[in-house]
Nanobody, 123 residues
């Protein structure tokens, strides 16, 4: 069992930055690939980025490549999402999730989810 808690969301102006954190409970964090997703009102949950269990490999969707950076600290059971050059279209609830698969990009591939943190980007 893994419990995930996101933090770091908030209101930021376009062009600004935010750093999201996702703290995991339990001693098995390093067994999981971790992903970040987001969901805007009226839209489906969207995959953004994943990092493998060691932190050596990452994968970004085109919409955030070059602007967002995922990292993890297995000693602290935490995964991070650094978001730069934010745009109004980045406004959404952001979720972290954990998966035992190697490179999961689909929502249904993730076993555990956080409660989400709101990110609002004003123009």
């Amino acid at each position: 069992q893994v419990q995930l808690v996101e933090s770091g969301g908030g209101l930021v102006q376009a062009g600004g930055s935010l750093r999201l954190s996702c703290a995991a409970s339990g001693r098995t964090f390093s067994r999981y690939s971790m992903g970040w997703f987001r969901q805007a009102p009226g839209k489906e949950r969207e995959f953004l980025v994943l990092i493998n269990k060691s932190g050596e490999n990452t994968y970004y969707t085109d919409s955030v490549k070059g602007r967002f950076t995922i990292s993890r600290d297995n000693a602290k059971n935490t995964v991070y999402l650094q978001m730069n050059s934010l745009r109004p279209e980045d406004t959404a609830v952001y979720y972290c999730a954990a998966s035992l698969l190697l490179a999961p990009t689909r929502t249904e591939s993730y076993e555990y989810w956080g409660q989400g943190t709101q990110v609002t980007v004003s123009s």
